[in-house]
């Protein structure tokens, strides 16, 4: 912000008009009262002398009206010239008695004019009139009142005009009075002005500091420091102003942290979620995109801000921003390659006012790579069930159809027809019951029925079932540890995991093959291993045989009557119960399965 000049300043203002204020007021006062004063000594002035006129108009009139027949008596002029002398002559400097003919008859100060003619415009007027006649004119500088006076021959209403006094009066000495009073009056007011002066800077200051603090504070404010406050002075208006200003400040501090702490809450929420976020601006301009979106487009956003949205989505050849806006339906994203598929779901909700106007767009994106994947596999494993269902089906139609067309009736061949349809219904059985097998292992409600079990002698059993049973000749070896091993399993599965793995073994086992039995710990696991001579599997399909329906060769395992689900059923067993599955196998060489799982050295070890 920048600083105030000088003369703007309402510090200066202030001392101003109050100055001006003060001279005016003065002036009004001064001119008033020299005016009314200087009328005042005036009228004081000329009532003195107007008095002392009056006292002597009648020793005059009284002389010149006397009879002078004795020549003993002094004559008028020297009559006249005793009263004149008498005559109080305090501020006057000519008095001049004359005639009704215009001569004069006595003088105060100049005895040579005596009996001369005195033609004079004041006294003519007076004479005239029959009325004083006055007036002030300049005389060497000097100001002086001249007056002349009637003397008429008597009281009465019929009097007539015998002669006249004149009178110069020095008034210039009201004047010098009045001169030195308006200089006293001048010092005054340069004096209280003065202190008017400094009484308003301190006033103005009173003012003028609480505002300037308020603005400090503002300033302060607006670089985000809401630590200051400002000093509250007094309870009038400007303090009540600084009070709410102060709360204000509190408020704004409040909303500041409030709105900094939603968006650091949002911030967090953006980058915290799994699913991107991207939003745009009216114009479709990205203005903000969180971490995981940056992830799944695999950009940064120093490039993507302020881009079109489009554009940023690799959408730009088949929509627009407006197409974008319209979108009701998500649009899958493919940036699949070809070792790692990878598909995003994009979704747009427009940030919409109430009166329709669009304020942007928010994208969010979602990585469904896996959902897709599931969704295929399940369409994968619906056409393998249909598809294995489908085979023992059409070979059993074909055998009825041929029964049925009469070859029931050839003792020869209906037996080996009946049998074909046995044998397929049993895979059909076999092959329904693992699938209701998998289909309890993957609902959420499967539960293990878990026993402690010496897992030597458990294992023992298993293989002695298929040593007796076996129609092969193949010879079985076991490498099974003396100590005891406790596990604690769901017997009836394990079970059946260990007899889906031996009876492959025997089924893949050449003629004289050998088959090795054994366990040994590693990594406080028992590790389970069955081997066989066999024909082994293909390296790359090693690991795809514990998929669902995977048959190195389909044919084979089929003419075996296996369903393509045993070692997957086994893999979701053992995993159930906390160990891994796994092959290893040489083509030409054979094959070992490996299974781990964790076991106890004492059966009681857990109950103490
Ligand atoms: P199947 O019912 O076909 O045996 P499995 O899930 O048990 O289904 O096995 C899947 C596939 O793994 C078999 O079809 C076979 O190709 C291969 N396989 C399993 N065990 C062996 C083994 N011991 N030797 C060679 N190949 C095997």
Known sequence: MHKVSFFKSIHVKIVLIYVLLIIIALQIIGIYFS???????????????????????????????????????????????????????????????????????????NQSIVGSRFDNDTVTKAISAEDYSESIRLESGNRVWVLAAPIMDNVGPNSEVIGAIYIKADIESVFEQMKDINQIFAIGT???????????????????????????????????????????????????????????????????????????????VLSNMTDGVIATDRKGKVILINDPALTFLDVTRETTLSRPIASVLGLDQEYSFEDLIHMKESINLDYSTQDKPFILRANFSVIQKETGFVNGLITVIHDITEQEKIEMERREFVANVSHELRTPLTTMRSYLEALADGAWRDENIAPTFLNVTQTETERMIRLVNDLLNLSKMDSRDYKLNKEFVEFNKFFNRIIDRFEMSKSQNVKFTRYIPDTSYFVEVDTDKLTQVIDNIISNALKYSPDGGNIRFGFTVQENMLKVMVSDDGMGIPKENVTKIFDRFYRVDRARSRAMGGTGLGLAIAKEMIEAHGGKIWAESEEGVGTTIFFTMPFELDEAGDWE
Do not use: C
């Open 35 to 109: 005016s009314k004063l200087e009328e005042s000594l005036k009228l004081n002035f000329k009532d003195s002398i107007t008095q002392r006129i009056d006292l002597v108009q009648y020793s005059i009139r009284e002389e010149l009206l006397k009879d002078r027949g004795d020549e003993t008596s002094p004559s008028l002029e020297q009559s006249l010239g005793v009263i004149l002398l008498e005559f109080p002559n305090e501020d006057i400097s000519e008095i001049l008695i004359i005639n009704d003919r215009n001569k004069v008859l006595a003088s105060l100060e």
């Open 190 to 268: 340069a004096m209280s002005l003065a202190i008017t002066i400094v009484l308003g800077i301190l006033f103005a200051k009173t003012i003028t500091k609480p505002i300037l603090d308020m603005r400090r504070q503002a300033q302060a404010m607006s670089r985000g420091n809401y630590s200051r406050k400002v000093r509250v002075y007094g309870d009038d208006e400007i303090g009540q102003l600084a009070l709410a200003f102060n709360h204000l400040t509190n408020r704004l501090q409040e909303a500041q942290s409030t709105t900094e702490a939603e968006r650091r809450k949002l911030a967090s």
